[in-house]
């Protein structure tokens, strides 16, 4: 499990630089930058989920085909993935002039509503580098290559890094953009991972083995087969980011103060939960290869092995969320206006209390619910995310919060129940054992039956 996903967690981690530098620059910049940029990374992602989620899970396809012993069907499916990015990107742009109307809903302050409107176009225009990056690395992490994702990764953070600090604050002949120039930072680095991780994958060893060339026609039935197991991974995607996205305008509309403390919360909480979903790719990979492989038992250990490891990493970085906030916040505040981040301070110190509760049961969640997906269990996942996150968490928090006129406390509240829920209700679920029966492949000389998980 470690040797499979420690590069992979490597990998995540960089992006989570990413986003931390980048939210330290911003806030540095403005502390309506900072709130902005948060709100529409959310609803950015939202949209982008449905896309990223499906693009992603070649993932279990690559495994299985590299478990069953068939590797001239990795390159096939892999295409299948290359297609549905470049569908997406083209989608994505369509839905750009949405952008400004979506954000005057929200009710924030005109100079957030700015930033928002900025950032969130920016991305979602430039949306097909980032969900092709990321279903081009499935090649290499379902074989277990994840040494090559985690180069990439590297290279990939380091020019979004550079980038941010000479276009966010106009060095070097560029212009100072603020939100504009993280965002462009981000699509650009992105490109550049996504050409990267191409360029690999055309190496002739590649396309001898795996048919990476031989293997770029259009199938419909392995693409109609992403679809099917894909697009509820993507739907999870899409219904949890909007629900937070949600969740972060309902905080909003307590006050800017209470949205920043609120964004430097979820940042600090992306920061040391990020290498986690390196180990849930890890989880799927292994599921997938071992049930590829018809070894289940073995399937099930590494899922178990995986949430072992995770538990003692985030015990330890929720004692860090309890008994450290200052220095974790500290970075955040060493160019921040300080009489602006003297406000955001003691509330960003009471909301990392609620994420060192909630971020074992977010794990629980994460690693087993990957095993679920490495195996093609995907719906049960999408409908139990969609109903907690409206019952547990949004609905109570718009009553308390918006028409009661409850504060931030209650509104975190209300979100950590829904995490907490989730994640114990996936527990039991994947404890049922029922995911061991099921495969995403074609068996040989036939097409895969179509009876979905229940």
């Given at each position: ?7 992979l ?17 911003l ?43 068939r ?16 569908l997406?990107?083209?989608s ?29 176009s920016?991305?979602?225009?430039g ?14 992490s379902?074989r ?10 590297l ?6 890094v ?25 699509v650009?680095?992105q ?16 396309r001898?083995?795996?048919?990476t ?9 392995l ?6 197991y ?12 909007f629900?937070f ?5 309902l ?45 289940p038992?073995?399937?099930?250990r ?13 015990t ?11 220095l ?6 060493a160019?921040a ?6 406000r ?12 060192a509760?909630?971020?074992?049961f ?6 087993f ?20 996150s ?5 609905i109570?928090a ?10 931030v ?9 829904y995490?907490?829920l ?11 054992g ?21």
């Open positions: 499990m470690l040797v499979i996903s420690y590069p967690i490597l990998s995540h981690m960089s992006f989570t630089i990413q986003t931390f530098v980048d939210r330290i620059f806030t540095w910049y403005s502390s309506e930058a900072i709130a902005g940029s948060m709100t529409a990374l959310f609803v950015a992602w939202v949209v982008m989920g449905l896309f990223l989620g499906t693009g992603e899970y070649v993932v279990t396809f690559v495994a299985q085909y590299t478990g069953a012993g590797p001239e069907r990795i390159g096939p499916a892999v295409w299948q993935g290359i297609y549905f990015a470049i997406a990107g083209l994505l742009a369509a839905l750009g002039p949405l952008v400004g109307p979506v954000f005057s809903l929200a009710g924030h302050a005109p100079a957030v509503r700015a930033c928002e409107v900025t950032y969130a920016i991305i979602i225009y949306a097909c580098p980032t969900v092709m990056m990321a279903t081009l690395s499935t090649f290499f379902g277990g290559e994840t040494l090559t994702v985690l180069a990439v990764n290279l990939v953070t380091a020019v979004n550079v980038l941010d600090y000479l276009w966010i604050f106009g060095h070097a002949g560029f212009p100072r953009a603020g939100v504009a120039g993280a965002a462009l930072a981000t650009a680095s490109a550049v991972g996504a050409g990267v991780f191409f360029g690999i994958m055309m190496r002739s060893t590649y001898t083995r795996f048919a060339l031989a293997g770029r026609a259009l199938d419909w039935s693409f109609r087969r992403l679809l099917r894909g697009l509820p991974n993507g739907l999870q995607y899409t219904g949890e980011i629900a996205a949600i969740f972060m305008v905080v909003g509309r307590i006050g800017t103060d209470e949205l920043a403390a609120s964004s430097l919360a979820f940042n600090l909480n992306m920061l040391v939960f990020m290498p986690m979903i390196g180990m849930g790719v890890g989880v799927s990979s292994l599921v997938g290869r071992y049930l590829g492989a018809n070894r038992e073995i399937a099930e590494s899922t178990w092995s995986a949430f072992r490891m995770s538990m003692l990493y985030m330890l970085c929720g004692a860090a969320y309890v008994f450290a906030p200052r974790l916040l500290s970075p955040y505040a160019g206006d300080a009489a602006s981040f003297a955001l301070e003691p509330i960003a110190i009471v909301l990392l209390k609620f994420v509760l909630y971020s074992i977010d794990m629980m969640n994460l690693i619910a990957s095993g679920l997906k490495g195996a093609g269990d995907t719906v049960y996942p999408l409908g139990l995310s969609v109903f907690l409206w019952v547990a968490m949004l109570p718009y009553i308390a919060c918006v028409r009661m006129g409850g504060g406390l209650i509104a975190w509240t209300a979100a950590s129940a995490i907490i989730l994640g114990l209700l996936i527990v039991h679920r994947f404890r049922k029922r995911w061991k029966s099921l495969r995403v492949i074609e068996p040989h000389g036939g097409e895969i039956g179509e009876a979905a998980a229940s």
